[in-house]
């Protein structure tokens, strides 16, 4: 047993946390700036925090993961980051050329209280900033919110630093895609081209962390979101905001900044969040839904109702992230299974009280935890199993040592592959998960079944 | 333009076409003055063969901002490399929830508790997560709590905190609430000052854990374990099962291994480690003061050996055997050497006309980018550039310029433990009349030539390489492997050319001893004769002319 200490009985914890189920802003925020073209993310203060943020981008997508740092040493934290901030530009925009520079802070220069714009403003009368090229910076306190509220910091600062408005509205739709995978950013850009709609994607990591093998290595290679993209989000129609925590932030902001009304949806996982997404999106850009899109969701409806034997009843506990957690909690019941342990590590109260909304028709007690740890989650399985879990990759010790099929899903996943390739935003989306699940359900009852109950056709 | 792979480079090739004092200049240009004159101090050109001597290199200087280095930082080295690797402890992170999570299980070190019911900790992920409030308030309190609810839910022998960069400026005494809660609970708990910050790597939190294992543990437990042949094995982290292998190997031999530091260890080999009669060091850079310490204290002697590599292997086991001066020993080994060589000869027969003359780069921290070049020239493979992440100069040039490393403030934050003789347990392992005619033999003791004196002349020496250095050294010697870490893997590969992870070994290994001799020389005759590299080019990018010459047609 992996986990062999973990006891069934619950005690209330106030001061530990075991088996986090989050990680912290700083990360986030290098992920999101990785989905502006030519962008260099930066991390201010000491060079641990971008040594790990960028070994564990780097294990999830497999792909090369650049990100500069301050570099502090004690004198740094004593008598702040500015020198350090300022050399680190001055390097960074004549070693590698980038044509951003996207600081973000980490506990030590929040706490010293180093102003980014300040120092920005000290690099920029120094001559270090060329000209044509931007420094642009979100604060992300280690000790705020998680990885998830990073994204979300990064994903404003870009309206706010770039977004203008000309007064002449453009026929484009902005999307703030939520901090999903870069396969669901394609997916996203695939189903409103297929709508035939005009969009501005941002960030968009599509391009950038899943790039082919060409024998040839490009530090900024040809995707994200362009800097006049981004200018120009602020003459858009509207904004379509998926996931309320890592995307709405940038959305209100470009609303309040350029009057770009906006549309905050869940993530686009599963049928019905799939269907207001693509509803909204027809709606706001005034077009028809093609038969391409009608066709995808029969399939996926077409799948679940064939196997809708395999799904119905089953317990699920689920960990990740909120924006994921609530749309694939509402999946998950729409197909008649019961997620029953919900746990986030992610701080805000209105979590607990989306998913009891989801959950409410589910025939049996709904645990749901913000701020939870994946330690209360194994105590939670332990005092009752369930059939299905669905998390990241840390899951697996759980998996193992109380033999439960387990799906892969979310942030980090550091043991398999195809997350970053194939999506599960969407009707398509929605198919691999459910043929993911099936699969994990399947092979177990094939292998528990009898001799004589096993099953050639399924 | 033909692709990298399509080139079939040997070390003779480059040797004759680059002339590395013209490619430090050129690396040189791209920076700025200052930036340029730092990093000619750490980028030497190897004239050992030249001269016989061993240039300075600068070395545990501070990172440069913004230039993209791959060093970690003090918590890492403090409770990722050396703590981590324990299994009894019990582990917490006081600060925000990131480092903790960062340094949950990802370094790969395997651990085998004797029994089920054994205590296994590393598998879990402790942190006081501290909240804004926290900060502002300070976090004393839920440190307090923390270790509290540790020691109710869990009951282990010891408790450990890790201070990360914010406790650090709050000032939060973690030490004070270490000392308390240990008279309370009445099991050991102790706390390492290893904030992110302080040093200028990882190197600094490797130091702040050693002095903390020594001060807190080491010599808790006299008891005198049955074994002829005593001995610890320090700087070895069982990456990849290595601890285990050489564990074998060593019974093997019918050595005891009283403690390995930190592989494969427990609270309880740290505590008995000084009733050892010999400490054998494989990381120097991680480690070495610990073995000074060691015989300061205990009056145990100390060797470098290395067992990555079977010829190394064996040779470390003569050494080992050597010291003991036992016949039986002597024979015992040379014996485990003659059973083992056959096989690892016939997997090097069969490799080696895969490898020979390719050419390898390895930039990895402590002693890996040294140790492995042994590996490599077994299968006929030469290394032409090599550094290290966070070393000290003695690690580059040898234990011999150790007086004349000036200490700067950022090392001078790292305390220096003051040793004295202990009182009851100082017990000299070898008379000065054995000592010195062991000296005449030619046995050395605490010693180590460093990586330089073993590497050819005119090779590349670079101490923390950036990405940028890192891309025109591929780009100019397109070598055959390029070995480092998770951060630089892809973006190497992306070339087209394997990179082998030393840190974590791709998740494979063993490597170290005679077995993870076999598995290496497998491992990089897979790698550096993979078909994949074949096909970056598809057809029509080959020869696109055909294409033109059909459409003119």
């Known amino acids: 047993m992996l986990l062999r200490h973990t006891p069934k009985e619950i005690r209330e914890r106030s001061a530990l946390t075991i088996n986090p189920a989050k990680t912290c802003q700083p990360i986030g925020a290098m992920y999101a700036a990785l989905g502006i073209h030519g962008c260099l993310p930066h991390s201010h203060g000491s060079q641990g925090c971008c040594a ?15 990100a500069a740092t301050s570099s502090f040493t004690e004198g740094s934290s004593v008598f702040g980051g500015q020198a350090n901030l300022v050399q680190a530009i001055d390097n960074i925009f004549t070693i590698y050329e980038p044509e951003v520079i996207a600081v973000h802070t980490t506990c030590l220069s929040e706490t010293i209280g180093d102003d980014i714009p300040q ?274 990759t840390y899951l697996k010790y759980i998996s193992r040592d109380e033999d439960i099929p387990f799906v892969r899903f979310g942030f980090p996943i550091l043991d398999r592959i195809g997350h970053s390739y194939f999506p599960t935003v969407g009707y398509r989306g929605g198919l691999r998960l459910l043929e993911k699940i099936l699969d994990a359900l399947l092979d177990r009852q094939d292998r528990d079944s ?9 | 333009m033909s692709s990298i792979c399509d080139e079939k480079i040997n070390f003779e090739d480059v040797c004759d076409r680059i002339d590395p004092e013209e490619l430090k200049k050129e690396i040189l240009e791209k920076y700025p003055t200052k930036v340029a004159r730092k990093r000619a101090k750490q980028i030497v050109v190897n004239r050992i063969a030249t001269c016989n001597e061993v240039q300075e290199i600068g070395a545990n200087v501070r990172t440069i901002p913004g230039i993209i280095t791959q060093r970690g930082c003090t918590y890492a080295g403090c409770k990722g490399v050396i703590m981590g690797p324990t299994r009894d402890i019990v582990n917490i992170t006081h600060g925000p929830i990131g480092c903790g999570f960062y340094s949950w299980l990802t370094r790969r070190n395997q651990t085998k508790p004797p029994t089920e019911n054994d205590e296994n900790f590393m598998t879990y992920c402790f942190s006081t997560d501290m909240q804004d409030k926290d900060i502002v308030f300070g976090g004393e309190k839920k440190l307090r709590a923390a270790i509290q609810e540790a020691y109710d839910l869990f009951k282990p022998k010891a408790i450990s905190i890790f201070s990360t960069c914010p406790v650090g400026l709050i000032g939060d005494d973690v030490h004070s609430v270490a000392r308390d809660m240990k008279e309370k609970l009445g099991i050991n708990i102790f706390a390492f000052s290893c904030e992110g910050y302080k040093g200028v790597s990882q190197s ?19 008891t005198v374990k049955e074994g002829k042949y005593k001995i610890n094995l320090l700087g070895e982290y069982n990456i990849g099962g290595d601890a285990f292998e050489i564990d074998r190997i060593l019974k093997k031999c019918g050595i005891t291994l009283i403690s390995t530091f930190s592989g494969n260890s427990s609270y309880d080999q740290f505590a008995n480690a000084h009733t050892a009669d010999l400490n054998t060091i494989m990381c120097h850079r991680s480690i070495n003061y610990v073995a000074e310490m060691m015989e300061e204290k205990f009056g145990i002697p100390w060797i470098k050996i290395n067992f990555i590599g079977s010829e190394a292997t064996a040779k470390s086991l003569r050494k080992i055997a050597q010291y003991f001066q036992d016949q039986e020993l002597i024979d015992r080994v040379e014996e485990v050497i003659a059973e083992e060589m056959p096989e690892i000869l016939k997997v090097r027969g069969e490799v080696r006309p895969r490898c020979e003359g390719k050419t390898a780069m390895l930039f990895v921290g402590g002693s890996r980018a040294h140790h492995y070049q042994e590996l490599f020239k077994e299968i006929g493979m030469k290394t032409i550039s090599a550094g290290y992440e966070f070393a000290h100069r003695d690690d580059y040039e040898g234990r011999e310029v150790i007086p004349t490393i000036k200490v700067d403030a950022d090392s001078r934050n790292i305390e220096e433990l003051e040793i004295t003789q202990d009182p009851d347990r100082y017990r000299p392992r070898k008379s000065s009349e054995e000592l010195e005619r062991l000296k005449a033999e030619g046995f050395k003791f605490k010693d180590y030539d460093g990586m330089m004196r073993e590497m050819d002349s005119e090779t590349l020496v670079i101490d923390d390489i950036s990405q940028y250095e890192t891309e025109k050294l591929i780009e100019v010697f397109k070598p055959a492997i390029f070995c480092a870490g998770i951060k630089e893997k892809y973006a190497v590969q992306k070339h087209g050319i394997p990179l082998k992870q030393l840190h974590s070994y791709d998740y494979g290994g063993p490597y170290a001893g005679f077995k993870g001799a076999i598995n290496f020389y497998r491992e990089i005759d897979r790698m550096v004769n993979s078909k994949v590299w074949s096909y970056l080019k598809a057809p029509w990018q080959k020869s696109p002319e055909l294409s033109a010459k059909y459409a003119c047609d």
């Open chain 1, 119 to 392: 120092i920005t403003r000290k690099a920029e009368a120094d001559g270090k900033i060329p000209k044509g090229k931007y420094v642009i910076h979100a604060n992300t306190p280690s000790y705020v919110g998680s990885h998830v509220t990073g994204f979300s910091n990064m994903t404003k600062a870009m309206v706010d630093y770039f977004a203008v408005s000309t007064g002449k509205k453009e026929d484009c739709i902005n999307i703030v895609p939520g901090y999903v995978e870069p396969a669901d950013m394609e997916e996203i850009k695939r189903i409103a081209g297929e709508l035939g709609v005009r969009t501005i994607l941002f960030p968009d990591t599509s391009n950038v962390l899943n790039r082919p093998q060409t024998g040839k290595f490009e530090m900024f290679p040809r995707g994200g979101v362009t800097v006049e993209s981004l200018v120009k989000t602020g003459d858009s129609k509207a904004t379509i905001a998926l996931g309320h925590l890592a995307s709405g932030p940038a959305a209100r902001a470009l609303d309040t900044k350029c009057k770009v009304p906006c549309e905050i949806l869940d993530l686009p996982i599963g049928l019905s969040a799939t269907d207001r997404f693509v509803d909204v999106l027809r709606k706001l850009a005034g077009v028809h839904v093609p038969d391409s899109i009608n066709l995808e969701r029969g399939q996926l409806l077409d799948v679940i109702a064939d196997m809708h034997q395999y799904f119905y009843g089953k317990k699920v506990a689920l960990v990740g992230d909120p924006d994921q957690l609530i749309s694939l909690t509402e999946f998950l019941v729409s197909i008649d299974m019961m997620p029953i342990y919900v746990v986030t590590g992610t701080p805000g109260k209105k979590f607990e009280s989306r998913i009891n909304e989801i959950t409410k028709d589910v025939p049996h007690e709904v645990k749901v935890r913000a701020e939870g740890d994946m330690f209360l989650l194994h105590q939670w399985i332990k005092n009752e199993p369930v059939d299905l879990m669905i998390g990241n």
């Open chain 1, 450 to 458: 009898s001799e004589e109950g096993f099953e050639l056709v399924m």
């Open chain 1, 52 to 66: 790990y943020h960028r070994s564990t981008l780097t294990r999830h997508y497999k792909e090369p993961v650049m």
């Open chain 2, 204 to 222: 600094a939190g490797h130091h702040i854990a050693n002095n903390g294992i020594f001060t807190h543990v080491v010599g808790l437990d006299d």
